[in-house]
């Protein structure tokens, strides 16, 4: 099961709509996913159809993450598949998960979605986490379960700093010893073609970057939102540009998948 948390420290990039074009491309290839739905907004949780009122969501799984009751019934088909549990489930967002976005948390604390999903790692192949933008107490919490991180950004100033914060923290997490996770690399969303602006900040980042940087960027397209305000999977949205956009995620999708297979080497290797 490869666990992914989907981040940015800036809002307004595109986090969500990055999460919900992964999961599209998942379902699209049948890979059982869960998505978690970890931002109080709960933007996730509506772009997948599902209630944000549900009796139980992540707030009550961080509460008793060792329940499996709780997580039996926090898990809750996508609206995308119907009733179809299995396929494409969801932990939907709560507002009252904000209780645990605290600065300061226990290691204990942070373990403890990593210990919801140990309950749940033979149902899926791929778990996608919607953390929040910023760097709190969810956040952490997440990337202490993750395997794996993709960095949302836009070719924009502050932005690119925000990518460099966001790497520089997943990399002090991972030398504390709280979590393995690893970056996937940065994801650079809604790029406008023939934008001198966006052409000079992507070449930035690939100069600080390098190989982190992954391709393909993604282009700004107004059918992305359209396929998010119908709730509808964008790899079912008519039409070429929205084509165009299904294959990028498909790309973004199978890095994820093999990123698997690379290991981090260890101390007596480097």
């Known amino acids: 099961m490869l666990v992914l948390s989907i981040s940015s420290l800036k809002g307004g990039v595109g986090k969500t709509s990055v999460t919900l074009g992964l999961a599209s491309a998942a379902y699209n290839r049948g890979i059982p996913t869960l998505v978690v739905d970890m931002d109080p907004q709960a933007d996730s949780s509506t772009g997948l159809d599902v209630p944000t009122s549900t009796r139980v969501d992540i707030a009550d799984v961080l509460a008793a993450p060792k329940s499996q009751k709780i997580l039996s019934e926090a898990i809750i088909p996508s609206g995308w598949v119907g009733d179809k549990l299995g396929q494409l489930d969801v932990i939907s967002g709560s507002p009252r998960a ?127 939102q359209q396929a998010q305000g119908s709730a509808r999977p964008i790899h079912t949205w008519p039409g070429k540009p929205a084509e165009e956009v299904a294959t990028s995620f498909d790309t973004l999708l199978e890095r994820a998948l093999r990123s698997e297979n690379i290991r981090p080497r260890k101390p007596q290797d480097q």
Do not use: K
């Open 98 to 224: 904000a209780e645990f976005d605290r600065p300061s948390l226990s290691e204990r604390y942070l373990r403890r979605l990593e210990d919801a999903l140990s309950r749940v790692a033979q149902g899926y192949r791929l778990v996608l986490i919607d953390c929040p933008p910023s760097l709190n107490g969810l956040t952490r919490t997440a990337w202490t379960a993750s395997n794996r991180v993709a960095v949302v950004t836009e070719p924009s100033l502050f932005s690119v700093a925000a990518a460099d914060r966001a790497l520089r923290a997943a990399d002090e997490l991972r030398q504390r010893g709280t979590s393995d996770i690893q970056p996937l690399g940065l994801v650079v969303n809604r790029v406008r073609s023939g934008s001198n602006e966006h052409d000079y900040r992507i070449t930035e980042m690939r100069e600080m970057f390098g190989p982190l940087v992954l391709n393909p960027p993604l282009a700004e397209r107004a059918v992305m």
